[in-house]
């Protein structure tokens, strides 16, 4: 009975241990992406000095659009869900 428990304990340990180095990693992930924008970002007018105000402002609507995107509902509702939501849970367990 106490093997079997130091085994569960153990095994939780470790699997708290990887959930914490994930949320590390996607929080490194963000970080890097900010920083990659940041650097974008500040590095466009000394390029955009000799190009015509009107030119400027499509290149910095274009990239504001690379970098800012974000999907459509449609598209998102198309995207497979990591977790069945609620709904389905009840269903499923109900049969």
Known sequence: MSH???????AATFGLVVAYASLLADHARGEE????YALVLSSLDPYLVDLPEEQRAT????LAKTLFHQPSPARTA???RKWPSMAMRKTSSSC
């Open 4 to 10: 079997t428990l130091g085994r569960v304990f153990v």
């Open 33 to 36: 992406r900010n920083q990659r």
């Open 78 to 80: 198309q995207r497979p």
């Open 59 to 62: 290149v910095k609507i274009g």
